[in-house]
């Protein structure tokens, strides 16, 4: 059972270890959505993201004979963290199994984070290859396993945020934005809030390419997705956790998908306009503020910015992913008739005055009437696609358009 009970406890055992985040106002988020937005700003955490809450009550309520035989969990991301930064607190020897695809950013900052006190094994290409090889450790070894989010001190721990947001709002919450992948967060603070703040509705988020969540609730059991897209790393998981499941099914108010292209439009805009740096999973109950925009004008509303670990080589895919989600940028194969004056009639004749080629791949091909070309274009505006493409029709330029062949685009992004 999680109960406020056994969350006061976990805050108990993470004073002088997690720090306490602020709670803030945002401004400009306020003036844009009509309402008074509250940032839980979890991003600024020791290890960047509300997991060392978990892993560490998770590791500090073992007994000494637990404590003995070592530690396993298997992560490629921010629990791999808080579970390095927790061994390395306590004294104690890990095993993290992370898959071989892991970016090496990140196994340096679980290195970074472990000083020595975890060992780091890269093994199979996914997390589930990564899982699978933690438990047959586990099961050979004695080793405890650390779930990210199916666990119940896991999940207490992640409920100190929520207790931490109650003791620092002076003022009724009156909705509470919750990021969701396997659950353990959504579930630690929904329990804390349905029996200390009962009028707050509790919404949770996920990425709409990994809904694992909604999809449990649509069925009434946990289900397994068979495909989920993994840029939201922080929370595409294909399955919720038992414990979970259950508890959010029970206390929140409603489930949004959010598109991961609407995710990387939020990155942008809270870098650009306010500096803040946020990982696509730490965007999303921002992300949702969008989708209730008229719900809670003139409201409370707190989102929680689970995480800020981002990696910016992946800046130029997030700035992709968002024009592409707004509109604004476009790929069409076009295949110029091969005559002299072709590429100057689509420079001078099709193209708007504010629209850029932004990608343009062109090989003439002898013997041939028309020559394809793979053309990007960036527009200013998103209603000028449609005239764009009137004026390839009507002058006779054969075009195929990619943005909604998904299985084309994947090989831009």
């Known amino acids: 059972m999680i109960t406020v009970k056994g969350i006061s406890e976990a805050a108990l055992r993470l004073k002088g270890v997690a720090n306490p985040t602020p709670l803030q106002y945002n401004a400009q988020l306020s003036e844009e959505f009509s309402c008074n937005v509250y940032l839980k700003r979890e991003d600024l955490q020791i290890v960047r993201s509300y997991k060392l809450r978990g892993a560490y009550n998770k590791i500090a309520s073992l007994t000494e004979e637990a404590r003995s035989k070592g530690l396993v969990c298997a992560s490629a991301g921010n629990h791999a963290q808080g579970v390095a930064y927790s061994c390395h ?22 290195e970074s984070f472990g000083k020595g006190s975890v060992t780091i094994q890269l093994t199979g290409d996914t997390y589930d290859d990564a899982y699978n090889a933690a438990m047959i450790y586990s099961n050979a070894h004695g080793a405890t396993f650390v779930h990210p989010f199916d666990d119940d001190k896991v999940i207490e721990g992640q409920g100190t945020v929520g207790q931490e947001i109650l003791e620092d709002a002076d003022f009724e919450i009156d909705y509470l934005l919750l990021p969701v992948g396997g659950g353990g967060l959504a579930a ?46 922080g929370a595409a998981v294909k399955r919720v956790g038992e414990r979970t499941f259950k508890i959010c099914k029970e206390f929140l108010t409603r489930m949004i998908a959010v598109p991961e292209g609407k995710v990387c439009t939020t990155i942008l805009n809270l870098y650009n306009r306010q500096a803040i740096v946020v990982e696509p999973a730490g965007a999303l109950s921002i992300a949702a503020l969008q989708e209730m925009k008229e719900t809670v004008k003139g409201k409370n509303v707190v989102c929680i910015v689970s995480g800020g670990n981002n990696d910016f080589t992946r800046m130029e895919e997030i700035r992709e992913r968002s024009l592409l989600y707004e509109g604004l940028k476009h790929y069409f194969i076009v295949r110029f008739p091969q005559r002299a004056g072709a590429l100057k009639e689509f420079l001078t004749e099709i193209l708007g005055p504010q629209d850029d080629i932004v990608h343009f791949e062109y090989i003439k091909k002898n013997n041939r009437e028309k020559g394809p070309a793979l053309i990007g274009i960036e527009l200013k505006d998103p209603g000028d696609l449609n005239l764009l493409q009137l004026r390839l029709k009507k002058l006779q330029f054969n075009h195929e358009y990619l943005n909604q062949q998904d299985d084309l685009l994947q090989f831009l992004l």
């Open 89 to 110: 607190k306590l004294g104690i020897k890990g095993i993290i199994y992370m898959p071989a695809t892991t970016p090496s950013q990140k196994v340096i900052q679980v």
């Open 188 to 233: 630690g603070i929904s329990v804390y809030f349905r029996e200390l703040s009962p009028d707050t509705k509790l919404i949770g988020v996920e990425p709409a390419g990994a809904a694992s969540m909604q999809a449990a609730f649509d069925k009434g059991c946990v289900v397994e997705l068979e495909h989920v897209d993994k840029f939201v790393d």
